[in-house]
């Protein structure tokens, strides 16, 4: 009797202890971002929708000499407008589909029009071209008012990059120095312990881990981007990077081993015009969900996909669902640049930019939006590549490439599976 007794106390306490500790830890990735309660996420998200309508509606009365691009921002309820000439503020304030919205506008003082910007983009990525530098991204930064050029700090001295990086100077555009650890530490440190071999039946939704093994037979893990079909065939989409000729495996989260869960082959893979990859789901024993893995949460695991969209406001914010960081969010920084390929010449020049630190593992990763709340979300993209510490040790700076789905459904024909 006196047991149980104490069993049960013990279990009131532990289970008391183990709700204090969940409370503290339960804010979701979103709420984090904004520094809000999770219960104030639809109020914010309702403010983002009500920003991104009105730079919607104000982008194209904002001509390119008088302006230098515009960003928003959820925590101020504000769409800042860089502006060079505020005689012409002052008329687009004016404007009757404007002068509803104007105590949402701040016009602030700014250096660089969108036609300076536009003009020496265009002349960096011809640049680029022609010296194919080892590793670069390139976008216009609304918020720094300049053109951003993200390099490798162990790459500028090589002789392509380095005769970029003269060219593009002419420019003044801000150079972002990053530390490029190409060792991919996380991956090897799977081991090749065998699971049982009983019949596994699992689902695999957007963000769980894909393990592959190269030719060497080293293992590797992407995460998977989401459910695709073609016809009536379906397929896991990911990162073109991450193809090999041999099989995929579901890995879940926080798995250390890897998996015998077989998905099937990667058949169709693009490296030249895009990051983008097709596993065809070959086997019975998976079941793909039109859903992102959220399973952090206790309240919402799972993130049904209702649509995809395209990005349309700087600092609008996104979040990614991957293997090695789970769900975490950040901000639009570009809604295009360019990139460099991975099959070593060209570029990737239809690729968005977000403020999100992603990690070895990720890639291949749903990007996605929240809709109204945390149980409807969007499709915007698959995580490419991405920078994560600069050269002063600052992670705040880092940077992930995304592949836009618009582009990918261009390129490929798919169907993305949704939730309705
Ligand atoms: C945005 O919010 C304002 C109130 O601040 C409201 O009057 C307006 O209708 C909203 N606009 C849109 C496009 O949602
Ligand atoms: C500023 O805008 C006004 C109104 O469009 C225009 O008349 C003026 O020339 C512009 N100023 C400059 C310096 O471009
Ligand atoms: C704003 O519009 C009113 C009426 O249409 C006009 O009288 C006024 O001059 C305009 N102001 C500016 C700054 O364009
Ligand atoms: C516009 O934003 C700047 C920078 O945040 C701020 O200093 C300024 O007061 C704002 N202006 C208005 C009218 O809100
Ligand atoms: C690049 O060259 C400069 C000047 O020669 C040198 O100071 C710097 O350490 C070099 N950087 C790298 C990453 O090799
Ligand atoms: C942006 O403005 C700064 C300051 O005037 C200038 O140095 C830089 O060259 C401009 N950027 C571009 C791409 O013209
Ligand atoms: C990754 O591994 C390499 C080789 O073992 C090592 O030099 C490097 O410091 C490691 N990087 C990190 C971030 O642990
Ligand atoms: C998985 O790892 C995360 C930390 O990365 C942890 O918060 C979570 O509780 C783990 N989940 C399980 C089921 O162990
Ligand atoms: C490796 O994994 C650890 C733990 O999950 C993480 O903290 C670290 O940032 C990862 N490093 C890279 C280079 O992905």
Request: glycine share 0%; charged share 25%; net charge positive.
């Given at each position: 009797m006196k047991g149980i007794l104490i069993s049960i106390i013990f279990f009131v306490f532990a289970l008391s202890n183990y709700l204090i500790v969940n409370n503290q830890e339960q804010k979701e990735p979103l709420a984090k971002l904004w520094n809000i309660e999770n219960d104030e996420i639809p109020k914010y998200l309702n403010i983002e929708k009500n920003l991104s309508n009105v730079d919607e509606i104000l982008k194209p009365l904002l001509d390119d000499d008088n302006f230098g691009g515009t960003y928003i921002d959820v925590l101020q309820n504000t769409i800042f407008i860089n502006t060079l000439n505020f005689t012409k503020a002052e008329q687009v304030k004016n404007l009757t589909q404007i002068s509803q919205y104007i105590n949402l506008l701040n016009f602030s003082s700014a250096l660089n029009s969108t036609a300076r910007l536009n003009y020496g983009f265009q002349e960096i990525k011809t640049f680029a071209k022609f010296y194919v530098p080892t590793s670069l991204t390139v976008y216009i930064d609304a918020k720094v008012n300049n053109i951003v050029i993200a390099l490798c700090d162990e790459d500028r001295n090589e002789t392509q990059t380095a005769s970029f990086i003269n060219r593009a100077e002419i420019y003044n555009p801000n150079f972002n120095y990053y530390i490029c650890d190409k060792a991919d530490n996380n991956t090897s440190s799977l081991n090749n312990i065998k699971l049982e071999s009983r019949e596994i039946y699992e689902e695999i939704l957007a963000g769980d881990g894909l393990n592959y093994r190269l030719s060497n037979n080293k293992p590797k893990i992407c995460s998977a981007g989401f459910w695709a079909q073609i016809a009536t065939f379906s397929y896991i989409a990911t990162a073109g990077h991450c193809y090999v000729k041999g099989a995929y495996y579901l890995s879940p989260w926080n798995s250390t081993r890897f998996s015998k869960i077989i998905i099937g082959q990667m058949l169709t893979h693009y490296l030249n015009i895009m990051d983008f990859g097709l596993v065809f789901?070959?086997?019975?024993n998976v079941t793909p969900v039109p859903s992102i893995r959220n399973t952090d949460s206790i309240q919402y695991q799972e993130l049904p996909i209702e649509d995809h969209i395209v990005v349309s406001s700087n600092g609008a914010h996104l979040c990614i669902s991957a293997f090695q960081s789970h769900v975490k969010c950040g901000y639009v920084k570009a809604l295009s640049g360019f990139t460099d390929a991975l099959n070593g010449d060209g570029l990737f020049e239809n690729i968005f930019i977000v403020s999100i630190n992603s990690l070895g593992g990720d890639s291949g990763a749903p990007v996605f939006s929240y809709k109204q709340d945390l149980l409807h979300t969007s499709l915007n993209g698959i995580v490419s590549s991405g920078y994560d510490y600069d050269i002063n040790g600052d992670i705040n700076n880092a940077i992930t490439e995304v592949m836009p789905i618009d582009f990918i459904i261009r390129v490929t024909g798919i169907k993305v599976v949704t939730a309705n």
């Open positions: 789901i070959n086997y019975k």
